[in-house]
């Protein structure tokens, strides 16, 4: 794609008329200061409230008032299928059947569930490839599955960090650790995009190399879901887990999301803890012993849907439904690669940007790295009236979310930039 950029309001503004999606801006809620539209790049922490939210918890809400238990069978969505509710517009955003995806929990208590399933250390094929720096939940679930089998995580696992001088992981580095390691691999769990970086893992060629050594390819996906569309059926990855409360809008603590493919999904035999809510349907209320999941990923569920933990994402993934996660993509790689065009205008500050210029290789966010004074940048941006986040050691996160998101919000916040003094 490619797209010749000026820095002219008046270029921003003629693309936000020309953008089939703008009128979704107008679906959420934004934070003010002094009397305006804060300039909202935070969606990669937590995404906006859609307005439709409130009317969507008041249908449940009603239906818990007027039918109590019966909400269970009747109402407007009859709670005993909710999760299933979300399955189609998962399903489409995340690349995969509509029997490979569920909601459940949250992000870390997923992950816990699935390194049980799939991590099972035999012998010398023991091994755990992560990335360097992965997110500290990643980190802390990894070494304490691996200290669950009574191993130690020094010997076991495998850190991939950027080559000297380098701030991002190259795909052959990745896969030359992955063919490295061979037959005493068990499983590669990487953030399918890197938390601090930003840069997009090539999931596909990633997942291959790990198959062809005989091991599981898991991936967290707190930073793709709803923010780059995924293959995960076509590419063969054996599960993904991520968060809703991100690009996808579900709210603070939204229900976590998991992918396991038809392979293992089809098996009841594929292990994992049981629960009554992924126990098969036809048998679950004769209250018997015995648990016989169901041959989804559904049956890696284990508690009642959690109705007011899921109906914000509900309401949000009918605006996923309406503009297309294809579409989205396309704003998003537009607005990114504007917003870099933008920064690069920049030169009295003092930063570098860390996520991969190629397009392919990251998704609606950008880190910029400062050498000194982040923190204090951070500050004034946040006085000017733009929220971003910042992470150690010195990185800003710019993250434009094109489901609300303009290309004049990137005009504002660059000429916000341009005249901040570090």
Same mark, same amino acid.
């Given at each position: 794609m490619t797209q010749s950029f000026t820095n002219e309001l008046s270029f921003a503004k003629q693309m936000d008329k020309e953008d089939p999606l703008a009128k979704f801006k107008q679906s959420f809620y934004f934070p003010q200061h002094n009397g305006e539209d804060v300039i909202y790049f935070c969606g990669n922490s937590l995404g906006l409230q859609p307005k439709a939210v409130r009317d969507a918890i008041d249908v449940e809400l009603n239906s818990w008032k007027e039918l109590?238990? /019966? /909400?269970?069978?009747?109402?407007?969505?009859?709670w005993l299928y909710y999760q299933q509710y979300l399955n189609k517009p998962l399903s489409q955003i995340m690349g995969c059947l509509e029997e490979e995806v569920t909601v459940m929990n949250a992000l870390t208590v997923n992950l816990h569930l699935f390194l049980l399933s799939f991590y099972k250390p035999q012998g010398k094929r023991n091994k755990i490839i992560m990335e360097a720096g992965a997110f500290p939940s990643d980190q802390y679930a990894i070494e304490t599955i691996v200290k669950q089998y009574g191993l130690s995580p020094d010997q076991i696992i495998v850190e991939i960090a950027p080559q000297q001088g380098d701030k991002i992981l190259h795909t052959k580095d990745i896969i030359s650790t992955i063919e490295k390691t061979g037959d005493e691999l068990s499983l590669v769990l990487l953030g399918g995009i890197n938390y601090y970086t930003g840069q997009l893992f090539d999931i596909k060629n990633i997942t291959t190399a790990t198959h062809d050594v005989g091991a599981i390819a898991g991936f967290d996906?707190?930073?793709?879901?709803?923010?780059?569309?995924?293959?995960?059926?076509?590419?063969?990855?054996?599960?993904?887990?991520?968060?809703?409360?991100?690009?996808?809008n579900g709210g603070p603590g939204a229900v976590g999301g998991a992918f396991v493919h038809q392979t293992h999904a089809n098996n009841i035999d594929t292990p994992r803890l049981g629960g009554w809510w992924g126990n098969e349907e036809s048998t679950r209320f004769k209250m018997e012993k015995g648990f016989i999941p169901k041959p989804t990923a559904a049956g890696w569920n284990l508690s009642t849907a959690q109705v007011f933990n899921t109906v914000c994402l509900k309401a949000s993934l009918e605006m996923f439904d309406a503009a297309g996660i294809r579409a989205i993509r396309t704003k998003s790689v537009l607005l990114t690669n504007y917003l870099e065009f933008l920064l690069k205008d920049i030169t009295d500050l003092n930063f570098e940007i860390i996520t991969p210029a190629n397009s392919e290789e990251r998704g609606a966010q950008l880190c910029l790295y400062f050498i000194e004074r982040g923190k204090e940048v951070h500050q004034k941006m946040h006085e000017a009236g733009i929220v971003v986040d910042y992470r150690e050691p010195g990185v800003i996160r710019v993250a434009p979310a094109p489901l609300y998101c303009s290309f004049e919000d990137v005009h504002r916040f660059y000429m916000i930039m341009k005249n901040l003094k570090a």
């Open positions: 109590a238990i /019966g /909400g269970y069978m009747k109402g407007t969505n009859p996906l707190a930073h793709v879901a709803g923010n780059v569309p995924m293959q995960l059926h076509e590419w063969k990855v054996d599960f993904a887990v991520w968060c809703s409360y991100k690009y996808l």
